[in-house]
Every structure is written in C-alpha cells, then in structure tokens.
C-alpha cells in the first residue's frame, strides 16, 4: 500500500479525497494542514488519516500532492527544509512553475505539476500535468495513474500550462449555467425549469458532442438553423460582445496566474 500525503486541506484536496474513494483507491490517504477542523472533516468524509505536524506527514509520504495557494508556497516549501531521501512530489498550486518549486525543495525531491479539476470528485475530472524533461519514466506513470483515478488525463508542456489552467475549469460550466438560468427567469421560466432547460443547453449537448462522431461545427449547424431562433439567439449574444468578454476573462486569467509565478 502505498502513502499519499496531501498538503493542505482545501477545496481540490476535498475533491481529490472523494474522486479517489468513489474508484475505491487502494492508498493509504494522510492529510497535513494547519487547521484542524478541515482535517477532522477530511477524516469524517473520506477516511483521510490527520497527521498535524508537518514533517511527520512529509517523512510518512511515498507521493506528496503540494495542495496550498500559490502564496503559501514558498514559505511552506522553506519550512520543509531538506529532505534525505528521493520523494516525488506533485504541485497543483496554480501558476508556480516547475523552477520556483526545484528551488524552494531541491534534490532529491522530484518534482511535478498537476491541475486537477474540482469535477473529479465525481470521478469525470479532467486533469493536466506537466514534466521536467529531467523527470524518470516511472514517476511519470506514477502521476498519471494516481490522477487517472478520477478522470482523464493529458500531459502538456509547462509553456502552455496557463492557458490551460484558464480554460479548463469548471467554472466556466457553472457561470454559463446560473447566467443561462437567470435570463431564462427573467423571461418568465420558474427556477426549477429555468435550470433544467440551461442544463440540458450546456452539459447535454457538450456530452452529445463528446461522445458522438460529429464536428462541433456541424451539430453548431443542426442545432442553429439559419434565420431561426437560436441563430438569432447566437447572433445577438456575438453582438453584444460574447466572444469578446471570453477572450478578456481568460487573458485576466492568465495575468493572475502569471502573477503567482513571480511571488
């Protein structure tokens, strides 16, 4: 059995816990963080074992998932201090890049960057990793099988790990949905419906469209007939600047996560 120590408790380490118990993992699951109410909480949902003190958790670890702001990292990492003996260790702290963390806690750690989505919990988690080109062969099957456990995996170089930071994140899904839900209010729908109909709008057609043969264009296509209703619909959101607040949101993504790279 092997030891995944999780540093910090928050939110992706909650989602990570219960993508891992729904595929019924096989690894022993410690959490270390500095409030001890998430860690009682960590242990009463998902049977992760507590250890409060952080180089007891650290010298317990076979794999180390980093799972703090990207503010905390360095001074975390610097608390650490050496460590004696090979560890793989994995960062989903977003926008801090592989040389910052090889300086913070150098040889004989070795490091990698992971960006697991919240939606792993459900086991339908997209992540992304990153290597060094330094990086062996099995601790790269070792991170894509631990992640693999609650969803899907690509591999991508670090050079466009931003822009996939920004664009990946289930955020978007949930924004488009409650805003989708508002105006459909606004026009009469009760709540309930108003819902269901953005739902099916967003999360089944992007599913008809995972799982089928067809083009995006082509069911775009079908699904928009020219001169009908939801051509009309598409047309007026494009004019009132739909593509254009897309692009500005994830370049402010992107900004922020650039920012956490120079701290």
């Known amino acids: 059995m092997s030891t995944v120590v999780f540093l910090g408790g928050g939110r992706i380490t909650s989602a990570m816990l219960a993508g891992l118990r729904l595929n019924r993992s096989k690894d022993r699951l410690i959490v270390h963080d500095r409030n001890a109410r998430k860690m009682r909480q960590l242990q009463r949902r998902y049977r992760a074992i507590p250890?409060?003190?952080?180089?007891?958790?650290?010298?317990?670890?076979?794999?180390?998932?980093?799972?703090?702001?990207?503010?905390?990292?360095?001074?975390?990492?610097?608390?650490?201090?050496?460590?004696?003996?090979?560890?793989?260790?994995?960062?989903?702290?977003?926008?801090?890049?592989?040389?910052?963390?090889?300086?913070?806690?150098?040889p004989p750690v070795r490091w990698a960057r992971a960006m697991p989505s919240p939606v792993c919990r459900s086991g339908r988690g997209l992540t992304g990793l990153t290597f060094p080109r330094?990086?062996?062969?099995?601790?790269?099957?070792?991170?894509?099988?631990?992640?693999?456990?609650?969803?899907?995996?690509?591999?991508?170089?670090?050079?466009?790990?931003?822009?996939?930071?920004?664009?990946?994140?289930?955020?978007?899904?949930?924004?488009?949905?409650?805003?989708?839900?508002?105006?459909?209010?606004?026009?009469?729908?009760?709540?309930?419906?108003?819902?269901?109909?953005?739902?099916?709008?967003?999360?089944?057609?992007?599913?008809?469209?995972?799982?089928?043969?067809?083009?995006l264009q082509s069911l775009l296509n079908e699904a928009a007939t020219p001169g009908g209703i939801a051509s009309t619909t598409i047309a007026a959101m494009d004019a009132a600047g739909y593509p254009r607040a897309v692009r500005k949101g994830l370049q402010a993504g992107l900004n922020r996560a650039r920012a956490n790279a120079r701290k």
């Open 134 to 215: 330094t990086l062996p062969a099995i601790d790269r099957k070792r991170a894509r099988d631990f992640f693999s456990c609650f969803g899907q995996v690509v591999e991508i170089p670090e050079t466009k790990f931003d822009a996939f930071t920004v664009t990946y994140s289930s955020s978007h899904g949930y924004h488009a949905l409650a805003t989708l839900a508002k105006a459909a209010r606004k026009l009469g729908l009760d709540r309930p419906t108003a819902l269901l109909a953005a739902a099916h709008a967003l999360a089944d057609g992007i599913t008809a469209w995972r799982e089928g043969e067809h083009s």
């Open 51 to 106: 250890e409060a003190n952080l180089h007891r958790a650290v010298e317990r670890a076979d794999l180390l998932i980093l799972a703090v702001r990207p503010e905390s990292v360095k001074e975390l990492l610097n608390t650490i201090g050496d460590i004696d003996r090979p560890l793989l260790a994995i960062s989903v702290a977003a926008g801090v890049p592989l040389q910052l963390l090889q300086k913070y806690l150098g």
